[in-house]
């Protein structure tokens, strides 16, 4: 019979760790080796029959394996900020004597006298200001002490350091920030709204890294455009591969032209520690500067034809697979460093003016709020940057947010505005052929080895498939590389200085001004148009009104208040007239015969009215019986449900307080009052729920989706509507 096992005080590991001269402890140097010497296996197989202490020493070792296969499974900047902090608090500790054994009463000691008293370290910011660590800095060392408490070897039931003397301190703390910042005069503006890109620093920063002409400045400048596009994070970005860059199946029809998107896989990250495959896409921008689909053809035409790195092996997936996007200049297979990636962002923000305490974060930060002052909802944010709350998000609703990507593509969210004139001319097959030019034959094997399962790759098959979309955007935004970085190196390539191309160069040129001129036109007339409809409609107002005021005025002011309405009938004829050559405008005005108002025995001739006012004869001077009106303007005159909202509003209850019911004695005007409620009622209906402009605009929906689309037809689906509605109740 085996000995029975017994208690031991020893703790989850058998040894310490050691701490490195740079502060970072290390997993290799608790156990006391190389993480060579370790295998993938959890540990050697329990002895059978053996002492107690050699069991107890094989389940330490087994313990101390799993923890740090743990450890060296946590994101990069984790284990490189928690091994600083700890570094930091090791060193104090030996400095002043004591054992390094997180506790309560330690730590907060080390919070109070050491941490809260520390500056920042402003090695690059000499000339700033000396601030001590946040409150946010004090926490995060507080995590990352009590993260190595709970792994270094201790007593049973040792107690957490996060207890009672820490979690006071750090109270206190919380409510003595503020005053701390005061009286250090920091800056009021740090991680406020002033943390971002406006479009011109983007569209500056761009430029800067294409005036560089060198390899970083194209790989830092499709980084930038890509994180931007995707909203991730900077070790998102430098982890992306080959294999994960993939083209859009869903294509984006507008003018005519097909726009094929891009898709990146992302598999490991900061909120994504277990290989969960997450998709986010992207589309080609209206700006070509910062489009990501140009930045990133852009680098990849120099790795493969100016820099001349060997091309993509795709027989097999290993000789691909492992081939980096953003890659160091002479080794395709290693991804730039977090340090690389800071330094050239930093240098950057400097040339740029870009004041921001973050670099390779910014994005991350920026393009919410973009998408957020563009109307887009939470949901969709969260569903584009990967932020789940609940399992439904994170492994169902996988689907990609296409309003994100349009919005941060410069368009308007909805599909129907995606137009970019320069994609309608077609660059050249030869042209073509010369950029990536192995590209259809890999695809033609791809498709190959694609209808067998043990040879299918259909990451190279969407990949190549991208590919000859960047070769399309490549060539049709030269054209605009070459007017402002001539002398970039890509552009000194055979390809762009030949014949073939400049002939295809000034085509786009003279393509995009002409799309530009017809689209300042329509805006033109679009914004002439809306502001004659507010004219005409503010004329008929005042015609309507000078034709009330002419019942209540005395014989003195009747000539005034007649040339007054002749000049704005006058003005309502002729302001349509102005863009009636170009066929911009058209406006209907139905004209009657001249009228003869009489007044005290005085007649005038007056030039006719617009529609919208009533065709009436007035009263006699001095009458007692006034003499209602003889006819209402018609639905179709007025046009729309706003007009005759107005128009009912403004006039019908003058109307019916002056003449009573004798305004509409006639047969039609009394028809024509009942088309005018039919209309008025429906919009009244919807008052409550929508609001005014709600109930305007569903109700003027309604007309649009009728037949003729006339305001007759609505009333007359309106009344039929309603007949509807009541016999059905009567038959329930």
Known sequence: MPPRRTSSSRGRFARAPAAHDDGAYDVDAARGGSSASSSDEDGPPLPSGKP??????????????????????????????????VGEYLRWCKDNGHDDLPTDELLAEYLEAHLSKRLKRKASRADANDETLSLRSIKGHVTAICDYWRWREKPAGSPSPRGQCVKALLYLMSHEEEG????????????????????????????YY??????????????HTLQYALVCRGDNTRRIQLADLVANLMEVRSGGRQYVGGVVIMRQGKENQRGRPEK????RAKDWLTCPFNATATFLFRRWHVEYERRPDYSTRPSWYDLYLFCHHDNPLQQISYDQHHVTVREAHKEVNIFSKKSTHLERGHAPRELRDKGISREELRAHGHWYQDSLGGAYLTNLSYQCMFALAGFHPLEGDYTIPRAAVKPPENLLRQIFPWV??????????????????????????????FRNVLLQDAPFMMLNHPDHPVLQHPIFTSHEFKVFAREVLRH????????????????TAELLHSILLQVKVL??????????????????????????????????????PSGEITTRLHQREPQTIHR??????????????????????????????????????????????????????????????????AERERAQMYRYRSIIDAVKQRIRRAGVEGAIAEVEMIRLNCKSGTMNQLSEHLRSKKLKHASTKSRS
Not at 211 to 221: L, N
Not at 557 to 569: G, I, K, P, Y
């Open 180 to 207: 701390k910042r005061c009286a250090e005069y920091a800056d009021r503006l740090d991680n406020t709204f002033v943390e971002g890109y406006t479009k011109q620093d983007r569209a500056n920063l761009c430029n």
């Open 440 to 469: 259809e034959d890999e695809l033609e094997k791809a498709n190959e080895r694609a209808r067998h399962e043990a040879t299918r790759d259909l990451a190279c098959v969407y990949h190549l498939m991208l590919l000859m979309e």
């Open 210 to 223: 294409l005036s560089k002409g060198s390899f970083v400045g194209d790989r830092s400048r499709a980084m």
């Open 543 to 580: 015609t309507d009104a000078v034709n009330i005021m002419i019942g209540e005025y005395n014989e003195r002011d009747v000539a005034c208040l007649e040339l007054t309405r002749a000049q704005l009938s006058q003005l309502s004829l002729e302001v349509p007239r102005i863009l009636h």
């Open 280 to 283: 986010t896409g992207f589309l």
């Open 600 to 665: 005290a025995g005085i007649g005038r001739a007056i030039l006719p009215k617009p529609a919208s006012v009533f065709n009436s004869t007035q009263p006699h001077h001095g009458d007692t019986n006034l003499c209602a009106p003889t006819s209402l303007s018609t639905l179709n005159d007025l046009g729309t449900v706003r007009a005759l909202w107005d128009y009912y509003h403004t006039h019908i209850p003058e109307m019916e307080r002056k003449f009573g019911s004798q305004f509409r004695s």
């Open 52 to 85: 107690a202490d050699v069991v107890r020493r094989a389940l330490d070792s087994r313990k101390q394996r799993l923890r740090e296969r743990q450890l060296g499974a946590r994101p990069a900047a984790t284990k490189r900020v928690f091994g600083s902090h």
């Open 512 to 527: 995009e001004e002409q799309c530009n001129a017809d689209q300042n036109t329509h805006l033109a007339a679009s914004s």
